[in-house]
């Protein structure tokens, strides 16, 4: 599986994006996703991920209420919306995905992952 992420860019603090990935093949059903992300000088971690069906999703407590995972199935896109960015937000986001054959189960461990996008910058407008 191929992932491609978009949307990165400059925002100001308190401002909006939408990070895109796009995968090579469906997805629905068949992959548990996730989005991370890495700062400078820090490990990768987790932002929000969700199980194969979108039925179980996990989101970080330092983007719970501000940031949303979706997915459209028929376009092979996951999405994060993030809103109120704030300083601690900027960083390289990654979109992830895991073969998975049963729903109902998100999985938050980086290491559990297999497929990879090359990432996505988002940084603070000065």
């Known amino acids: 599986l191929q992932l491609v992420e978009s949307g990165g860019g400059s925002v100001q603090p308190g401002g909006s994006l939408r990070l895109s990935c796009e995968a090579s093949?469906?997805?629905?059903?068949?992959?548990?996703i996730g989005w991370f992300r890495q700062a400078p000088g820090k490990e990768r971690e987790p932002v929000s991920c969700?199980?194969?069906?979108?039925?179980?999703?996990y989101y970080a407590p330092s983007v719970k209420g501000r940031f949303t995972i979706a997915r459209d199935d028929a376009k092979k896109m996951i999405y994060l919306q993030m809103n109120s960015l704030k300083p601690a937000d900027p960083a390289i986001y990654f979109c992830a995905a895991e073969r998975i054959s049963y729903s109902g189960v998100y999985f938050n461990d980086p290491n559990v992952y297999s497929d990879w996008g090359q990432g996505t910058q988002v940084t603070f407008s000065p």
């Open positions: 093949e469906s997805i629905v059903s068949r992959y548990a």
């Open positions: 969700s199980s194969s069906t979108g039925d179980t999703i």
